[in-house]
């Protein structure tokens, strides 16, 4: 059971990050990004503004997100 909810975190976590990113760099509408989820408008952008916030808390979070973005030249 460990093992599946460790999966299902990092699924989670990969999902924020996409929806974070998105928001705050695609320059996508919230629809757009939204309906590519499955979520409306409104959760885009609080999920976007709960990890904003996660990041500002979480440094070694923010150190792991910032050395994918280097390494895909973001």
Known sequence: MREIRKVE???SIYKKVTIYES???NGEPLRGIGAYFGIGES???L???RF???LKS???LR???DKV???LDL
Request: hydrophobic share 20%.
């Open 43 to 45: 959760a885009v952008s």
């Open 58 to 60: 979480n440094r070694k």
């Open 23 to 25: 928001h705050k760099f």
């Open 69 to 71: 973005k280097n390494q």
């Open 63 to 65: 150190k792991k997100i």
């Open 52 to 54: 904003s916030q996660t």
């Open 47 to 49: 999920s976007s503004n």
């Open 9 to 11: 975190n990092i699924e």
